[in-house]
Nanobody, 117 residues
Framework: QVQLVESGGGLVQPGGSLRLSCAAS????????MGWYRQAPGKQRELVAA???????SYASSVKGRFTISRDGAKNTVYLQMNSLKPEDTAVYYC???????????WGQGTQVTVSS
């Protein structure tokens, strides 16, 4: 059974940085897309950043230039480097893998990021 395990969330002051990690456990391969989503209280879940198997990246306009997504294919791990954090970045962050083997759309359990002074 495939599970995604996230780490790296926490409390940070405005202007600070955090790095989130998400690693897959279990047997999984042909991951064609990895992404990070977030959900703030009272709001819908939104896509923050995504990276394909060929390392093509995309970002929400609100985080472009501040966040960087990267992946380690050998470790089935995706990272999100978050710099210049703002209070509006406060949310629960979820990682997502889309894979062909086994076929599926996998989600992490979520990690809380709080930006506050």
């Amino acid at each position: 059974q495939v599970q995604l395990v996230e780490s790296g969330g926490g409390l940070v002051q405005p202007g600070g940085s955090l790095r989130l990690s998400c690693a897959a456990s279990g047997i999984i391969s042909r991951i064609y897309n990895m992404g990070w989503y977030r959900q703030a209280p009272g709001k819908q879940r939104e896509l923050v950043a995504a990276i394909t198997s060929s390392s093509s990246t995309s970002y929400a306009s609100s985080v472009k230039g501040r966040f960087t997504i990267s992946r380690d294919g050998a470790k089935n791990t995706v990272y999100l480097q978050m710099n210049s954090l703002k209070p509006e970045d406060t949310a629960v962050y979820y990682c997502n893998f889309r894979a062909l083997s086994p076929l599926g759309d996998y989600w992490g359990q979520g990690t809380q990021v709080t930006v506050s002074s």
